[in-house]
């Protein structure tokens, strides 16, 4: 249940804590991408009914692959409010890809008509040697986490945050007897493979503890009653381990596998580290900062603006992915040019949640808390 952004430990600390002059600045000297930087971008609050097509088409944009995508247009044709899920570990400070591309995940799903269950998942921590395994510490990052998805935008009118700890107390009759079934229905060897969940990998010295994690983050899935698993692609195998005990137990009705794409950037301030990110001249696959254009700052604004010098071609404006994807790979657009626009851009999109941690009492003492912590691995 490890988040998207814990593909490195070393992954981008989440930027909208960071308060350095210069990214504050660029936000604060933003023109033309800023009138579409307010909330409405990422939480299109049309009043009119969707159509059954457009519902399916806005939740299935959220997943990088689908299993299956006839189950998702059913279930969205069939069910009134399907259940979607996802659950994290409050383990450290957040990064830019799950706290904004969370919440346009989130809004795209619940506009579809979905309910969006966070499992807030702090026993699971504690199994994964989280915060030296301090309980407190655990649900101090949670309570900041939730914080930092309020400020960012997320349409929370049909989202509930779920503390395991809390929520497994008041089913253990039901919980542990699941979390039990799964592992009898499956050797040692196919719950290890499923290690990567924890940002582990299946040669490494697990645990006891470690070794439960997978078979309860599998019955999270039933306990939670979730139709729709939407979590990273780093969670693929256990959720189809999931799907796999439904064919054991002869369940007709399947959890749908809807896996966002796993984005990152290297360490430090929004500007430095775009500066610094990784961006070969017209190659758009594996490329960073491409990403980030493609799955944040055109979802979140409806286009991406670059201000060129009119040397290098004058200023332009992308309104859709296609367009920009081909202009990059055609070498119209440059990294250097690039690289300050998507830093900009970003920057609009983080200063609601600096300035939430700034002026909210709350949210600045959790920030200040969580300062203080070593994060452990």
Not at 62 to 68: F, L, M, N, R
Not at 248 to 257: G, L, T, V
Not at 283 to 309: A, D, M, T
Request: aromatic share 8%; with cysteine; proline share 4%.
């Amino acid at each position: 249940m490890v988040d998207d952004s814990r593909v490195s430990e070393a992954a981008a600390v989440m930027a909208a804590m960071d308060m350095s002059p210069s990214s504050v600045e660029a936000a604060e000297k933003s023109d033309g991408l800023a009138s579409g930087g307010d909330h409405s971008a990422i939480s299109d609050t049309e009043d009119r009914e969707l159509t059954l097509d457009e519902r399916y088409a806005l939740a299935r944009s959220v997943g990088e692959e689908c299993i299956q995508d006839e189950e998702l247009r059913n279930l969205l044709e069939k069910k009134k409010d399907p259940v979607c899920y996802d659950g994290f570990e409050p383990s450290g400070r957040m990064h830019i890809a799950q706290g904004v591309m969370k919440a346009l995940n989130v809004n795209k799903l619940t506009r579809a008509g979905c309910i969006f269950k966070f499992w807030v998942a702090d026993w699971f921590a504690q199994l994964n040697h989280k915060m030296g395994g301090d309980l407190k510490k655990i649900r101090t990052v949670g309570e900041y986490m939730i914080e930092v998805w309020k400020a960012v935008g997320m349409d929370q009118s049909r989202v509930q945050f779920l503390w395991s700890s809390d929520e497994i107390n008041k089913g253990a009759a039901e919980y542990w007897p699941l979390v039990m079934d799964i592992a009898r229905r499956n050797n040692l060897a196919r719950i290890v493979r499923c290690s990567q969940i924890m940002g582990r990998n299946d040669t490494d010295d697990l645990s006891a503890a470690q070794i439960f994690y997978p078979c309860m983050q599998c019955a999270d899935i039933f306990f939670l009653k979730a139709d729709i698993c939407q979590l990273g692609l780093d969670q693929r195998k256990v959720n189809v381990l999931a799907r796999e005990y439904c064919t054991e137990i002869k369940r007709k009705n399947k959890p749908i596998i809807l896996s966002h794409r796993i984005l990152c950037l290297p360490n430090g301030d929004v500007n430095v580290k775009i500066k610094k990110a990784y961006c070969p001249p017209q190659q758009v696959e594996g490329n960073p900062c491409v990403e980030y254009v493609k799955y944040i700052v055109l979802p979140w604004f409806k286009k991406f603006e670059v201000h060129r010098s009119e040397a290098n071609g004058g200023p332009i404006v992308f309104h859709d992915v296609e367009e920009f994807m081909e202009a990059y790979k055609a070498g119209q657009l440059h990294p250097g040019d690039l690289k300050p626009a998507l830093a900009k851009a970003i920057n609009i999109i983080l200063q609601p949640v600096r300035d939430h941690f700034t002026k909210d009492p709350h949210a600045k003492k959790l920030l200040s808390t969580i300062k203080n912590y070593k994060v452990t691995r």
